[in-house]
């Protein structure tokens, strides 16, 4: 209906635009050719007319066929919805199933691998042990008992420092090391020269080409052996026959963040021989933390093994080692007493337990070091200027079972 009005209408303004002026009007020619030209019109319209119904009509039958498609697309989202969740369920009822089953094979697993670790560890500690055993295999069965006697060798003006004679071999030579950090060393021909001063011929200096760190240096195999000032964790071994460096080594694990002892504020790394070779100690992770015992080789300077000890940092101010053992030096100040109250065997032969109560005589400071020599089975020591030698007290281990 409103497309026949706007037909109406489209002829009447298609006439008023074609008719001529009302001069025209009596021209028969012109009159039928607007007649013929208005009957195009009105087959275009009629035509255009048709056209739009037949679209209405196909969008209309194009609508129910959509309506009745979603009709049955919702019918079957509704059937696939509940076939989905069905299958959900279902495959959520088997992950359980599955991951019941994966709990019972890893519990299977854990077991025959905790197995398997403790057999391994076992296998591991034995083998420990047999190394350990390996390598502290001399022939060395004495334990500490007590302090005979003390002997005061000299007297000099520095409160700390080291002096020793070569842990190794039959040299007579004493070397003297005064104060905790220098690169001068004194040699004396003996024990003579060195406590009398004017016993000729004098002592001889040597220049180094490092200075050392602390009160820790020793002399084994015509080497020495010091902690290298200005390292945290370097050891030098020093040839003092050509007089020149001869190898150089790092101690891993943290070493040199504190000092080893409390009373000996110099001493980062603490050196030590006895009948089983060069050794190491040092104060563990922390501050005044518990002391680590580290074997070294002296031929080749590599660590040949080490152990963290119960014995502790703080209170003590010095340690030495006899056949393989530690004995920690502890003081509660300046003034002593000082006694041996830790004691660590990596064997486990020898424990605080089986030790006497073992006192050094009382003197007035701490001592700067300790030092055992497993040639003449003395120990050289320092205290407020003073070089001393102790003779120990020893008897024979227990053996090994």
């Not at 007319?49 to 209309?60: D, G, H, L």
């Not at 071994?237 to 504020?265: F, T």
């Not at 518990?290 to 703080?314: F, M, N, Y």
């Amino acid at each position: 209906m409103l497309a026949l009005t706007r037909a109406s209408a489209f002829r009447v303004l298609v006439l008023t635009a074609l008719l001529p002026p009302p001069r025209c009007a009596q021209d028969p020619g012109m009159v039928h050719y607007i007649y013929q030209r208005f009957q195009v019109l009105e087959q275009g319209l009629q035509k255009c007319t048709q056209a739009t119904r037949a679209y209405i009509q196909e969008f209309q039958e194009f609508s129910k066929n959509i309506s009745a498609l979603l009709g049955q697309c919702q019918s079957h989202t509704s059937e696939y919805k509940s076939a989905v969740h069905n299958l959900a369920l279902r495959v959520e009822r088997a992950q359980r199933e599955i991951d019941y089953l994966e709990y019972l094979r890893e519990a299977d697993a854990c077991v025959e691998s905790e197995d398997k670790t403790l057999a391994e560890n076992l296998i591991q500690d034995a083998e420990e042990e047999k190394k350990i055993r390996t390598l502290l295999n001399a022939s060395c069965d004495n334990m500490l008992m007590g302090i005979k006697s003390l002997k005061i060798v000299k007297r000099t003006v520095d409160p700390d420092g080291s002096w020793m004679k070569d842990a190794a071999g039959d040299s007579p030579k004493v070397y003297f090391f005064p104060g905790p950090r220098s690169n001068t060393v004194w040699e004396f021909a003996n024990m003579r020269a060195f406590t009398e001063d004017s016993t000729k011929p004098g002592p001889r200096k040597l220049i180094l080409t490092h200075s050392w760190q602390g009160t820790g240096q020793v002399i084994y195999q015509g080497f020495l052996f010091f902690h290298n000032h200005g390292t945290p964790n370097e050891i030098v071994k020093y040839n003092l026959h050509k007089r020149s460096l001869e190898d150089r080594m790092l101690l891993s694990g943290g070493v040199g963040r504190a000092p080893v002892y409390q009373h000996s504020a110099a001493t980062y790394i603490d050196l030590a021989v006895d009948e089983h070779g060069l050794w190491a100690i040092h104060s563990g992770p922390g501050i005044q933390g518990h002391l680590v015992l580290t074997k070294i080789s002296a031929d080749t300077l590599g660590v040949e093994h080490s152990w963290d000890t119960p014995c502790r940092s703080q209170d003590a101010e010095a340690s030495f080692l006899v056949c393989g053992v530690l004995y920690v030096v502890y003081s509660s100040g300046g003034h002593g007493p000082h006694r041996i109250t830790c004691v660590y065997d990596p064997l486990g032969t020898v424990t605080g337990d089986s030790l006497p109560s073992v006192f050094f005589p009382r003197r007035p400071r701490s001592h700067s070091v300790i030092h055992y020599n497993p040639r003449d089975k003395q120990l050289y020591a320092w205290n407020d200027g003073n070089q001393i030698i102790y003779r120990l007290q020893t008897k024979r281990k227990q053996p090994l079972e």
